[in-house]
């Protein structure tokens, strides 16, 4: 982050990953408490800040239609009586990771940005919070934590983005020079190209920009994980598929229907993406309150996730129940995955096309490992794309990148008007050096001499 | 005028001013005014305020910088405005940021004037006479040393030498040691700065050859007429030229034959022989860097510009050159309309030595030294109104170093001249600096048509504008807020006879009404014309010219049509205006946190080693500052922040505002 420019607000999961009984989501920055207080209710209205020190306060998080997501506890640390010295607002949820990913997205969507590995700890040390020798020592814990693969994977997608960010800098620094030129030097015969082709280098720009920027979710897979939720009727081998998929007894697999009463969460690394897992209680019916309970929280899993795998079990026919979650996830990205492969397969293909279409399927054996490797590469193309383009595609991963494209997208949509309203260009000047140098923050390049380098480089000026 | 009424020598002046050229005539005249005893020393007193190179004033960014000066209370604006042959309001078709009155000069009478106006200033002496060193009292300055061996006393010092420090004047092979237009230089006040420790850098610059005017053609060039411009450089100047009685400039265009010519002679050519070393300004190259570097162009505009209204010469602007002069005689009989050109001085190229500017502080006084300031050519830059803005500041803030007060810092978001400043001393320069729109990153806050407004409040208590000045600013302000209250307020009905006065306009019809502000937001829509709607249907219920008559009196006309403008461009650029407004507010944040003058970034841990060096050096007074010194990343500036805020929290309360002004 570039000083000078405005602090933001940031957020992110504050505890590990995992089957916690309290997971909590993290605000540090200026619109700590505005953001919360957009995405929490207290019980009598909306929360209110009595006092200027820490408060608690219990509250609902709700969703953008109203809808309660979870019963949390909302701490307030206003600055400088905080981790980062800076505003701080915590959010603790109890209805399992499922709820905590909501939440977090709605604190997205209230504008806060989603923190990069660390960065509370960075802002702790700008801040005068901790010291450099802790800083370090946090951030070097936050870095070992993604492994080689994935360190490996980064560096190449950031070196593609460095080149098209680049590139596309580049031209419009040269229309930016061009207008500064004629502006400062009127009496030259400079070359100027028609508003016509600025525009279309602008718009051009634009449209590159948030084409790279629709990238970000899925290199947001890479730094935060896919969250894939497994979902199908009680009994499919939901359990067995997500031990098959992080190799590790963890889940309790039991001949008993509706044996998973919570969501479980694991990790697994799937050709260096990191995959977080959702096993969901087996949608049916529920037998008691508890199970009631669990499937609840597999829907809102559901609503949830990045990614499902549909498990049915494919030694048997479709059942109605079958038929009915896959109208309910009809509207997701979706894997079916038909399980028990080693005890033959009863579907035929007509009745597969009827129930999934065209839509990717495999076969697996949970039990015995058949069909696991296509599982897993499907998973991961689904997520990130197809593997043969990814290594050299150009995918934004990290927020601090797609907060500074966001910029660099606004100020062109800017400059865009300015010359569609027929404003006089150097009017729209101030815009484009501003997506210049948002560029220029991605890639290490500033602004400022290199303009004028640029403009005595290519015109021939002066008396 | 002298203060003492014989000869001064003996007593103390308060601020001795060494050279007086625009910077240092700027400079004298402000410490003069501002009731300081004062002394302008100049090599030759035929030379005061003289322009050596182009015989013309202002242009994008300049013309920013004259109308500060002026309003400030400077004198450039009004000595340009009273001594022009020609005028000219250029980017007419581009953005209000952007609009630049430039004026060709009549250098004999530019000249003429100034001196006029320093000898009749009071507590202003000035004398003929080169300097050769300072009188120096341990670290501070204390005085200047002539070549007689005379010594004058001073509490302050400016130095505004322009390229007079160790000069060297190349034409072809041929060297002289010289100041520009064979003026007498001075070396050893090189020599002795050098010896106070401090650096010098060398740079170079040019100027074309003067052609007699009787033998040039001008009916092969392009006319270049003056213009009707109904504004001057200065808020409070009334003289306007029409543009029929105003001297034409001409254009011709070098062509192929003279690449060629030029081509030929490249091993001729000082700047490529190795003879000179100095670094020339990049918008300013000769002729033959065009043709060295720009190959592919098959020809080069050439402004032919008068030099003055009585003068013989003309100004061959775009043939700056060091060439031989065999080869500058040939090539210019090649261009077009020079064919039988009488060349009546050469171009030549001239070095000179600079201070290195990164010893400044945002005051122009000089790091280390009590009671020195340096502003002009001397720090780095190049052009008339680059030095003349340095001279008035640093006149200024000499006059208020010796009266014990703080000094005079504008911000980059104020003025061009906090631009520039602040570019000097916390960048530096390695050529001659010129001032340009996109250096300055709010310039539609910038604009030429609001310095005066703008700079106010710095104006009233900086107290060089006469009293009768400063009203007219004031009751600017009060006209500006009743119009703008006057065009909010007013609604346009839809009424038949607006609705043909739209129609005549190709403006689109009003629909549920609209105000006369809303109605000045359409781009084809003037101010006038909306004054003149109003009138004609009654629309507006205050007279806001009321504020002008009564605090303006004789200027009433000209103020009023000075609010006309600002506020037009204040209307339909608002919410441009609106955005850097904004920017400004969040620049301002890094730039009020002040750093302590004597912080030791030694004792900072943390910082990087390249930084701690550029900090170490610069000394920025704020945070800002530190921000913009290239080498110190965003991290060390954390760093900094951080450690501020250990000092304050250690000290208890407050932050310590106030203790990083740059030094008096």
């Known amino acids: ?463 | 005028m002298r203060f003492s009424g014989g000869s001064a020598s003996a007593s103390e002046y308060d601020v001795i001013v060494v050279g007086l050229g625009h910077a240092g005539c700027e400079a004298a005249l402000a410490a003069a005014r501002l009731g300081r005893r004062t002394l302008g020393l100049t090599i030759n007193m035929e030379n005061i305020a003289h322009m050596p190179c182009n015989p013309s004033i202002g242009g994008p960014a300049k013309a920013n910088l004259v109308r500060e000066v002026d309003a400030l209370g400077g004198e450039m604006g009004r000595n340009a405005d009273a001594t022009y042959v020609q005028i000219r309001m250029l980017n007419t078709q581009k953005g209000p940021a952007v609009r630049a009155l430039r004026a060709q000069s009549d250098k004999r009478r530019y000249h003429a004037r100034m001196k006029t106006v320093l000898e009749n200033t009071p507590n202003l002496d000035i004398q003929q006479g080169i300097v050769t060193g300072l009188v120096l009292q341990g670290q501070r300055v204390c005085g200047v040393r002539m070549w007689t061996g005379e010594e004058i006393r001073g509490r302050a010092v400016v130095l505004t030498t322009g390229t007079y420090l160790r000069s060297l004047v190349h034409v072809g092979s041929t060297q002289v040691v010289s100041g520009p237009q064979a003026q007498i230089t001075s070396g050893q006040l090189s020599e002795e700065l050098k010896a106070m420790g401090l650096s010098l850098q060398r740079f170079k610059t040019g100027t074309p050859p003067r052609v007699a005017k009787d033998s040039l053609d001008f009916s092969k060039m392009a006319i270049q007429p003056g213009e009707n411009v109904h504004t001057g450089f200065s808020f409070f100047s009334a003289r306007r030229v029409p543009a029929d009685r105003q001297l034409p400039c001409w254009l011709t265009y070098t062509n192929e034959r003279v690449h060629e010519l030029i081509a030929e002679n490249f091993d001729r050519a000082p700047v490529y022989s190795g003879d000179i070393q100095g670094v020339g300004p990049r918008y300013c190259p000769s002729i033959e860097v065009k043709v060295h570097d720009f190959p592919d162009k098959p020809a080069h505009q050439l402004f032919v510009e008068p030099e003055g209204w009585e003068s013989g010469e003309m100004y061959l602007a775009g043939l700056s050159t060091s060439l031989p002069a065999d080869v500058q005689r040939r090539m210019v009989a090649m261009i077009r309309g020079l064919e039988h050109a009488f060349i009546t001085r050469l171009g030549y190229a001239i070095e000179y030595d600079a201070l290195d500017p990164l010893q400044l502080w945002p005051s122009l006084a000089v790091k280390g030294w009590e009671g020195l300031f340096a502003a002009g050519q001397i720090n780095g830059t190049s052009g008339y109104e680059e030095a003349a803005a340095q001279g008035l500041l640093a006149g200024i803030n000499a006059a208020r170093y010796v009266q014990g007060l703080a000094p005079v810092i504008l911000g980059r978001d104020r003025a061009y001249i906090g631009v520039l400043i602040d570019d000097l001393v916390t960048r530096g320069t390695r050529e001659p600096y010129r001032m340009l729109t996109s250096r300055a990153e709010y310039r539609l806050l910038l604009r030429q048509d609001n310095a005066d407004v703008r700079l106010w409040d710095v104006a009233r208590e900086v107290g060089l504008l006469p009293p009768e000045r400063l009203r007219m600013v004031e009751a600017k302000l009060e006209g500006e807020r009743a119009l703008r209250r006057a065009l909010a307020r007013g609604r346009l009905g839809n009424t038949p006879f607006v609705a043909r006065w739209l129609a005549e306009r190709g403006s689109a019809p009003v629909r549920d009404g609209m105000s006369l502000e809303e109605l000045l937001r359409r781009p084809e829509i003037r101010i006038d014309e909306v004054l003149a709607l109003a009138a004609a249907e009654q629309l507006m219920d205050q007279d806001w010219r009321e504020p002008l008559r009564r605090g303006c009196r004789r200027w009433e006309p000209l103020a009023a049509q000075q609010v006309l403008e600002n506020v037009e461009q204040e209307v339909k650029y608002a919410g441009y205006i609106a955005r850097q407004q904004a920017a400004v507010e969040r620049f301002r944040r890094l730039e009020d946190r002040r750093i302590p003058e004597g912080l030791d970034y030694a004792a900072i841990p943390g910082l990087s080693n390249e930084g701690r060096e550029k900090l170490q050096r610069v000394r920025p007074v704020s945070v800002g500052q530190a921000a913009r010194i290239s080498g110190v990343s965003p991290a060390d500036v954390s760093i900094v922040l951080l450690h501020l805020d250990r000092m304050s929290r250690a000290r208890g309360r407050g932050e310590g505002t106030g203790e990083g002004e740059g030094r008096g």
């Open chain 1, 1 to 463: 982050m570039a000083v000078g420019e405005d602090v933001d607000t940031i957020v992110a999961v504050a505890t590990p990953p995992g089957i916690g009984g309290i997971a909590v989501v993290r605000l540090s920055g200026p619109e700590a408490f505005s953001v919360v207080s957009q995405v929490v209710q207290g019980r009598r209205g909306p929360l209110v800040r009595r006092r200027r020190g820490w408060e608690v306060h219990l509250g609902r998080a709700v969703d953008g239609q109203g809808q309660v997501i979870d019963e949390v506890i909302v701490t307030w640390m206003p600055a400088p009586f905080s981790y980062t010295r800076e505003d701080v607002a915590e959010i603790s949820c109890h209805g399992g990771m499922a709820a905590v990913q909501r939440v977090l997205s709605e604190c997205l969507r209230r504008g806060a940005r989603l923190a990069e590995p660390g960065e509370f700890t960075r802002r702790a040390f700008v801040n005068g919070r901790i010291d450099l020798a802790q800083a370090e020592a946090v951030l070097s814990v936050v870095e070992a934590r993604s492994d080689a693969g994935l360190r490996m994977a980064v560096q190449q997608m950031d070196g593609a983005l460095s080149r098209a960010v680049k590139a596309m800098r580049r031209d419009l620094l040269g229309v930016v020079s061009e207008i500064e030129a004629t502006v400062d030097f009127p009496d030259e015969d400079i070359p100027v190209r028609p508003v016509e082709q600025v525009q279309a280098v602008v718009a051009d720009a634009r449209q590159q920009v948030e084409a790279l920027l629709a990238t970000a979710p899925a290199g947001r897979a890479f730094h935060e994980g896919v969250t894939t939720a497994i979902v199908g009727r009680p009994n499919a081998g939901k359990s067995s598929l997500l031990n098959a998929l992080v190799q590790q007894e963890r889940a309790i697999v039991t001949e008993v229907p509706g044996t998973t009463r919570d969501v479980v969460e694991e990790w697994a690394n799937l050709d260096g993406v990191p995959v977080r897992l959702w096993d969901t209680a087996g949608i049916r019916r529920p037998a008691d309150r508890l199970e009631q309970a669990g499937v609840e929280r597999a829907r809102a899993a559901l609503q949830a996730a990045d990614l499902l795998l549909l498990v049915v079990d494919g030694s048997q026919p479709l059942s109605q129940e079958d038929w009915q979650i896959r109208d309910m996830v009809a509207a997701h990205a979706a894997i079916l995955v038909l399980n028990k492969a080693d005890l033959g397969q009863v579907l035929t293909g007509e009745e597969l096309q009827r129930f999934w279409g065209d839509k990717p399927r495999v076969r697996v054996s949970a039990k015995t490992g058949l069909g696991m490797d296509n599982l897993r590469r499907a998973v991961v193309e689904q997520s990130v794309g197809p593997a043969q383009g990814r290594l050299g595609a150009v995918v934004v991963i990290n927020a601090r990148h797609e907060h500074l494209l966001r910029r660099a997208a606004e100020a062109l949509a800017a400059a865009e008007k300015t010359l569609a309203d027929g404003m006089p260009m150097d009017l729209a000047s101030g815009d484009l050096r501003l997506a210049v140098s948002a560029l220029g923050e991605i890639v290490g390049e500033s602004v400022g001499e290199e303009l004028l380098d640029e403009i005595f480089g290519r015109f021939c000026i002066g008396k």
